[in-house]
């Protein structure tokens, strides 16, 4: 068995699972209570951590949470994640599932990356992405990169507060504002992100700028930006 799912919280129906879902096992594609508590722990807002695996009712998972810019969401984002189910070790598929949440990003062709993804993981010889490059056809699914535990120190109201999250280096400045604006309840155009004195360009990614484990962020108004 094995699927592949977006989810996302809504404020009136909860954690739900979004349309289509690939899932090649009717009884747990017909589970609309399992599929729920499923995108609850995907989704988990009582925890900080983006990446997680865990297991229900037999079924291994793992997801990926993220945030996509939506002009009329709250704090101007919605937060979904995506999920892959299996009855068999998932961890395996991680580097599929974060190569597949950089595609989200831009929230375009949704079901076509998925689709890509169920393909990947049901059928070994599949690759995930491929580009055409000087005349051959080559893997894009880039080598893995350790995701980096990151503080952000917020400076903005009385007194400092900080948070601790777990971020992919090859996210967008963009997305992970998003997300730390989420956690400290502020909207994407109250403040920047800082680094080491260096305002952090939202176009790139986090790599970028050569942060380091346990290295820190400062979130700083937007009326200080030089």
């Known amino acids: 068995m094995k699927g592949v799912f977006l989810c996302k919280f809504d404020e009136i129906q909860g954690y739900i699972p979004i349309e289509p879902l690939l899932i090649n ?16 722990n995907a989704i988990g807002f009582g925890s ?21 810019s939506v002009q009329a969401a709250r704090g101007g ?13 998932v961890i395996k598929f ?3 599932l974060l190569e597949t949440v950089e595609k989200l990003l831009d929230w375009k062709d949704i ?6 993804l169920y393909d990947a993981i049901s059928y070994a010889e599949t690759p995930l992405y491929k580009e055409e490059a000087e005349g051959s056809v080559k893997d894009s699914v880039s080598e893995e990169i350790k995701e980096l535990y990151i503080h ?24 992970i504002k998003e997300s730390v604006g989420n956690l400290f309840g502020l909207g994407p155009n109250e403040f920047y992100l800082s680094y080491g004195g260096v305002t952090m360009e939202e176009t790139n990614l986090i790599m970028d700028y050569d942060i380091k484990d ?12 030089g």
Request: aromatic share 8%.
């Open 48 to 68: 900080f951590v983006e990446f997680c695996s865990f297991s229900l009712s037999g079924i291994n998972c793992i997801s990926r949470r993220f945030s996509v």
């Open 152 to 175: 952000f120190m917020s400076t903005i109201g009385p007194g400092e507060k900080k948070e601790k999250l777990l971020i992919n280096p090859r996210s967008n400045v963009r997305t």
């Open 111 to 116: 079901e076509g990356y998925l689709k890509r």
């Open 94 to 96: 991680k580097t599929l």
């Open 77 to 89: 984002s919605a937060i979904y994640s995506l999920v892959i189910i299996a009855n068999e070790e």
């Open 214 to 225: 346990d290295d820190t962020i400062l979130l700083l108004p937007t009326s200080t930006a």
């Open 25 to 40: 096992n009717d009884e747990i594609l017909n589970n609309e209570k399992l599929l729920q508590e499923i995108a609850r």
